[in-house]
Every structure is written in C-alpha cells, then in structure tokens.
C-alpha cells in the first residue's frame, strides 16, 4: 500500500514538474529554448541585444570572450592547442603534431582528437586554438612541430580528422594561421609575397578543406601581411576567399596583439579582435556612430560568434558538465600508439637494430635530451605532459637487470636561467656606479633618444602594457616611452670577476644585439620571446674593464629584457661522457632540438646541431662506433658532419610523454618502427627550396619558388636531399606489386581505381605507409615532377599480403590555372607512382585524361 502511494506521489511530483518545465519552455525567450533551431535562436538574440552588447562581443577579454550577464550569454573560454589543451595545468601530451603527420594515420589523429577536445572540456575550456595547418615552408620554421609538415595534401588529410574530433566533443577549433604564416622571423610585419596558382595549390588547400570538409567552426588570421596588407585586415584573404568563396559561416579571429586598425579590419570581414577589443571596443562603437562602419557588419559578426557558440552547446549546458580527470589509462595507451607509430626509423645499417639484450652488458645514454623528456617545441603551442619519462629511465626499465645502463649528459645544461649580472659589473663611461641608457620611439635606435638616465644594472620585465591588461608598463617611462615599437641603447664598462671563459647572455623580448670592445659578440636582432638566454661565450681577464654596449628592441607584446653571466667550463662532462662512451657495449647519442631552441618567435639559425653537440658527437665517435643516434625536434637537421659515422638514426621528433617508452620498444625490437618523414631532409643547408630567398628582407617573405615547396622543388632541381619526405625504415621489407589501374583511359568525370598489393616479406610483423603519387606528364603550364594524392597505413603479419585499393578523380589531377581562374584537369597523359617514400617510387603506370 505504501509502495502504491509512493508510486502515486513519484507520479504526481513527476507530472507537475513537467507542466513547469513545459509551461517555463512555452514563457522561455526563444534564444534560451533548445528546441528552436539555431537560426530562430540567433535571430531571437540579436534583436534584444543593443549595439554597444554587439560590440562588447565583437572584442575579446583576455582568454575567452565577454560574457553578457543581462541577456546570460556565455564565454567562448579559450586555451591554447594545438597539442592538446595547454592550460597552466598539464594533460596528456600525445605528442606534437609533426609526430601526427608522421605517423600518416588519419583514425588514429582522429581518435586523439576526440581526446584533446575531451581534455579541454575537463580543462573547463570550451574553445582550442588550434590545429595550425600552416605549410612547413622553410626548414628553419620554429612552429613547425605545431604543425603536419610541408606536403599540402598531408595536412589536409590530417586537419579534417583534427577538426572533427575535437569538434565532436563540442569544442570551438581555430584552425590557425590563416595564411603564410610559414616563417617566425619577423613574423609580425612581413609581407608574404606569393604568386596565386602557388597560393591556391600549396598554402590555401588545408584552409579550404577545413572549412569545407571538416566545418571548423573559427578561423585564425595570422600575424603577417600578405601582398602588403595585414592577414586581420585583408579582404581578399577574410572576405572575398574564405566567405565568399568557400562559404565560410563560422568566426574569424585575430591573432593575438595581430590586429592594426579599426575600420579597415572590421570592414575586411574580422569578425573577433583578441584578445582585447583595443582596436574595436570604444574606437569600434565610434567607427559605427560616424557610418564608417555600418551596423550591418557588426550583426554579422556578432551572428557568426553566436551561432558559434549555439553549435557548441555553450547556452544549453554549464561548461563545467565535464568531470573526470586528464590522465587516465586510456589516453597513456594512445599516446604510446602515436610515438610507436611516428618515431622515424632513418637509418639502419647492416641491420644493426633491434638490439638484443643477449650480447650486451652496458649501455650509455649520452647527450643532452638522454636525461629529460623531450616533448615539445616552445611558445603558445608548447604543451607538458601528465608524466615525463626520459630516454635513459625508459631504457633501463626495458633491459631491466641484465645490462647495465648509465647516463651522462656530456655538455652543460644550456644557460636557460643565468644569474643576472648585479650593479657591481657595471660603471658607467664616467665611472659612476651603474649604466648609461637611452630610449628612442622607434624600433632602430635611432634619432635623438625621448630619455636618457643612469640604471643600475640590465635587469628589466616591464610586461604587456595594455597588450594585455595585466597591470605592468608594457614600457620603461609610460607616457614618454611607447608601450609598442621603441628601443634601447645601454653603453657602459663592464667587468668579469674572474679569468677564463664566461658565457654572457641577453634574454629579451625582442631583439638585443651586444658590443665588448666594440665588437659585435651577440646578434639576435629579431623578435625573438625571451624564454631563453641568447648566449656569446667570451674569455674574460679578471676585473678588467671593457667597453659594453647593448642595443635592444620591443615590437609588440610583451617586453623584458636582462643581462646574465656564468663561467662556462664544458670540458668535464664532456670527459666524463666520453670515458663512459668509451667502457660502453652501445652508446645511445640523445641529440637534437627543444623548446629553447626552436618553437614560435624564433627560427633555427642553422639546420646543423649546436657546436656543443657536434663537438660531443665527436668524441664519442673516437672512442666507440657502436651509437645508435638519437634526434629529437621537428625541422630537418644536416647531418653531413656525421651521419656517414654511425650506423643508425632514429628522429623522434616530439613524440609525446610515452615518446621514451616507445624508443626503448624500437631499439630493443618490441615495436617496428613505422613513422615516415613529413617533410625533407636537405643534405646542404644551401640547397633547400628557400636557401636564396629566406629569411629575406625584413619588409618581404619572397616565395618565389611558387609552387615548388619541400620535395617539389628537389625533384624539380634534381637534388638529392639527406632524407626524401615519405621516409621511414622498417625492420621488416615490404614488397609492392601488381599496379592495375580499372582503365588506361579515362573521362573528366569518371573515377579511376588503382590497386596494388603489398607484401611482407620479412620475418617481423610491421606497418608500411604505402604512397601514392601523381604525375601530369603533358601540360601548358610547369607542373611539379610528382605530388602526393593518396597514402595507407597497412599494418601486415610477417608474411602477409593485402591489396590496398586507391581512387584518383580529376581533383587529385587538376592545376590552378590562373588566367580562367579556376581548376583545370588537362587532357593528356598521367603517371600513378606508387612509392615507399617520395624518393623510393617502386610502381608506375600510365593512363590517359580524354
Ligand atoms: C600565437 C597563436 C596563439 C595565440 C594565443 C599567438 O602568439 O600566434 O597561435 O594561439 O598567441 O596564445
């Protein structure tokens, strides 16, 4: 009976909480009832919002947009990618984007995706700058481990499953940076200068393929001009390509600090300025008022940041629906997925991998990435993981007890945090305590400086300024001294307090340059970020004075800039990694790059490892022969001095917190290596696609080799690089055979097949990356020699067959032929090149276009 009453009374409370919520639907505005499509909620909203509502949306608060508490309209609340989300805290570091492309896995991008969409939720973030599908133009580029190499194809096929998954976790992506933004040095003045069949064929693909393929829901302008005017200002780029042509309804983003002006970007089709409202905000209300910019323009972009926000859910649920926590098993796993199928087995001598336990007895890990995990390049993209398990931890964990394995760095740790020099290395020309400084508004140091004044010492941080409201100057004397584009001249004496050799660095943002006695010891005359020294090593004499002169420049952003020395004395640990080289069975070499030496605001100088590491690899090599080398970083590095001296390399690239553990499985035979190379590897740093144009002038990015980007242009000039894109070993061999093609003539509109099979033909299971290439063999225009349109990851038992099926339609055939302006599939002959990598066709058939 009370069971029945109970069930009664659940009924009842049930039936009337339902009249309440269906009577509230019914008195719900229609913006803030979920049964209305987004279109009348969009519409619903606009109407009651007021201009000065519009324009408060149109203008970003720090990370997320500004919430509007009357009408209860939510944060986009932002966080950077494109790595996973990469808040103060740490998550799952799967590894960097480069290792993605490597991996030519589009299931597994997308199932890491889905993964970072549903981290950043748990992360409280709705919205993930990310993925950058810039073009690795030049090999020096310091984003390029954000981004899926130099192939456009590659990164198409990549950024559609990057976009997709996150987007299926209602996460906003801002596919960045659009466009040509391939370079860091001076990235956020210089004009990209390239012909249109090169822009429509290599730099815009991915965008488009974004918008149209995957829906990114936003879209970040770059920081660069392109043809003379400003990524966030250009209409041609923001209006007339992206909107007009391919039909982008979603949001455009500036960069941060990337806006220049009010009326010509929001007249451009910039629809958000972040991350502050500076040029819209109070100058845009006014820009409306005077007519210079028509409300029109403003609904529009407030509709697209609405609709945004509709399709991500934000007014339906709390951004804080999403509990869990970051690190779970799950994730370890698929972040060991990607580092054992991205590592990048280069080289294998003899077979001399995998290593058997069996006839070793002791192992050195030398070098400086043996001890640490390297997982990432550096700047916004920079992403730490949940756990960090270095090169000579995973591998002693793998050989366990039975081999000794020992580890030494073998040069000092780079001069990442030197002490500051003090007051008492400084005197002035007069000899007073202290140094002489002159300020000058502008970038050159030039003219007749707006301040002079005595300072103690090089040991500045004066912040944002209004860049970001942060409450630092943003400059040395506000109000005198310009938060933006000024710069500094420091002239004084300055002493060692000992003898012998000293590094003596300049951590700035942005450029320093350093004079002793008149000659030029340090040049960093760039914008670079000041997460490093930029070191010169100098032998001093003990409390001699020498005549000190430091110039230094801020851009925009964020300015710092201070004066470190530290005695430098690298030869002990160099000794002692060599003696230890030297009593070892195998030396592991841990070589190459990091967050400090490449990552955004600073280009590689060189593509050669550092003097310290060449020096190291050196000697080791005199004392043992056995090194199984060991790269890390995402730009291609020469390796002329030493690569003819070592029988194995490996490139690891940045292959994520279980990266490690994945090495360890590859040098002892536990996985088989599979990762190919997203991009070439030159022999000669003068001979690259961009070795006569880049850095280039500071006013132009000259891309002048047009289409001819990355392995296109070293088959086009018959260069032989170190590495073709598409390399990778095995430690199996894979076979290829029986190329059919469906039809050796084919129609415009018709479809052709191409199948081949692929044959294991060795003793260990493994993945190969089938590659399939196209040739136009008769053309009215220069085409490339070949360019990749298919690529399968096929995973075969030791033994195994498959047949792998392609599908070529006349898209994968056509050039951007700029006088019709539009596609062209000219009649004639092609070629279908099926390879192991770019440089190792191993089938080819020919068919004819009607
Ligand atoms: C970078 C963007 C990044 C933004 C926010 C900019 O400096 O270019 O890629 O998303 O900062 O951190």
Redesign the pocket.
């Known amino acids: 009976m009370q069971a029945k009453m109970n069930l009664i009374k659940t009924s009842l409370i049930a039936f009337i909480a339902m009249a309440i919520v269906s009577c509230s639907q019914s008195e719900l505005p229609v913006y803030k009832n979920a049964d209305k499509s987004i279109t009348e909620r969009v519409n619903d909203l606009l109407k009651r919002m007021t201009l000065e509502e519009k324009v408060d949306l149109v203008g970003g608060n720090g990370?997320k947009t500004m919430a509007n508490r009357r009408l209860g309209i939510p944060e986009m609340v932002?966080t950077?990618?494109p790595l996973g989300p990469n808040t103060k805290k740490h998550s799952t570091n799967y590894s960097a984007m480069i290792n993605l492309a490597a991996t030519f896995n589009t299931d597994l991008m997308y199932s890491v995706a889905e993964q970072i969409g549903a981290e950043t939720r748990i992360y409280g973030r709705n919205m993930l700058?990310?993925p950058?599908i810039n073009v690795a133009r030049a090999p020096h580029g310091g984003?390029v481990f954000?981004g899926f190499g130099e192939d456009p194809y590659l990164i198409s096929e990549m950024a559609v499953p990057y976009i997709k998954g996150v987007q299926s976790k209602r996460v906003i992506t801002?596919t960045?940076?659009f466009v040509a933004?391939n370079q860091e040095w001076n990235?956020f003045d210089v004009s990209a200068e390239i012909d249109e069949r090169a822009l429509r064929e290599i730099y815009f693909p991915a965008f488009k393929t974004a918008v149209q393929n995957a829906d990114t829901w936003t879209i970040?302008a770059?920081?660069n001009r392109f043809r003379e005017t400003y990524a966030c200002e250009n209409s041609y780029l923001l209006q007339d390509v992206l909107k007009d042509e391919w039909g982008f309804t979603g949001v455009t983003v500036s960069?941060?600090?990337?806006a220049r002006s009010t009326v010509p970007m929001a007249n451009s089709g910039l629809d958000l300025e972040?991350?502050f409202g500076k040029y819209y905000g109070e100058k845009l209300l006014k820009a409306v008022k005077e007519k210079e910019v028509s409300e029109d323009i403003i609904d529009d972009k407030a509709r697209r940041i609405l609709t945004v926000m509709f399709k991500a859910g934000l007014f339906d649920e709390s951004i804080d629906t999403y509990g869990g926590h970051s690190d779970d098993a799950g994730r370890r796993r698929l972040a060991k997925k990607v580092a054992d199928q991205s590592i990048v087995l280069l080289k294998n001598s003899n077979n001399y991998l995998p290593l058997k336990t069996d006839g070793i007895k002791t192992i050195a890990v030398i070098g400086p990435n043996g001890g640490e995990a390297i997982m990432t390049g550096g700047?916004?993209?920079k992403l730490m993981g949940n756990y960090e398990i270095s090169p000579y931890e995973a591998i002693s964990n793998k050989v366990g007890d039975q081999v000794e394995v020992k580890f030494a760095r073998g040069i000092p740790a780079r001069s990442l945090d030197m002490p500051i020099a003090g007051p008492e290395f400084y005197l002035t020309k007069e000899g007073e305590p202290g140094i002489y400084a002159e300020y000058f508004n502008n970038k050159e140091v030039e003219g007749e400086p707006v301040l002079t004044r005595i300072e103690k010492a090089i040991d500045f941080n004066w912040g944002w300024g209004t860049d970001r409201n942060d409450g630092s100057p943003g400059s040395p004397e506000p109000g005198i001294i310009r938060i933006n584009k000024w710069s500094a001249r420091w002239t004084g004496k300055f002493r060692s307090p000992g003898d012998g050799w000293y590094e003596i660095g300049l951590r700035s943002d942005n450029g320093v340059r350093m004079y002793l006695d008149q000659e030029k010891i340090l040049d960093a005359w760039i914008d670079g970020k000041s997460g490093k020294f930029k070191v010169a090593r100098y032998k001093f004499e003990k409390e001699r004075w020498y005549d000190l002169k430091v110039d230094f420049y801020e851009n925009i952003?964020s300015c710092r800039c201070r004066l470190g020395f530290t005695p430098y004395n690298p030869g002990t640990m160099t000794n002692d990694a060599v003696k230890l080289a030297a009593k070892s069975d195998v030396v592991i070499l841990s070589m190459g790059l990091d967050k400090e030496m490449e990552g955004?605001?600073v280009d590689r100088k060189s593509l050669h490892l550092d003097e310290d590491q060449l020096k190291l690899i050196q000697e080791v090599l005199k004392v043992n022969k056995n090194v199984v080398m060991v790269l890390n970083g995402a730009t291609p590095i020469i390796m002329s001095d030493w690569i003819d001296k070592v029988p194995v390399v490996i490139d690891a690239l940045y292959p994520g917190q279980e990266g490690a553990n994945a090495l360890a499985d590859i040098i002892f035979g536990d996985v088989n290596p599979s990762g190919k190379l997203p991009l070439t590897f030159p022999k000669d740093e003068n001979k690259t696609p961009v070795a006569q144009t880049y850095p280039g002038t500071k006013e132009l990015a000259d891309y002048s080799e047009g289409i001819f980007v990355g392995y296109r242009w070293y088959d086009k000039e018959n260069v032989e690089p170190l590495f073709p894109f598409g390399h990778g070993l095995s430690y199996t061999t894979f076979g290829y055979s029986d190329l059919k093609l469906s039809s050796t003539e084919i129609d415009k509109n018709d479809t052709l097949k191409v199948t081949l099979t692929v044959k294991n033909r060795g003793t260990f299971d493994g993945d190969e990356i089938v590659q399939l290439y196209v040739t136009d063999k008769e053309a009215s225009v220069e085409r490339e020699v070949k360019s990749l349109k298919g690529f399968e990851r096929v995973s075969l038992k030791a033994g195994e067959s498959k047949t792998i099926i392609f599908k070529i339609a006349k898209d994968a055939l056509s050039f951007y032929d700029v006088k019709t302006k539009s596609w062209l599939a000219e009649p004639g002959d092609f070629e279908i090149l099926i390879g192991a990598s770019s440089g190792d066709i191993r089938l080819k058939q020919t068919f004819n276009l009607k």
């Open positions: 990370m932002m950077d990618g700058l990310g950058n984003r954000e801002c960045k940076h933004n990235r970040m770059a920081y960069d941060w600090g990337g972040m991350p700047g916004s993209g952003g955004e605001g």
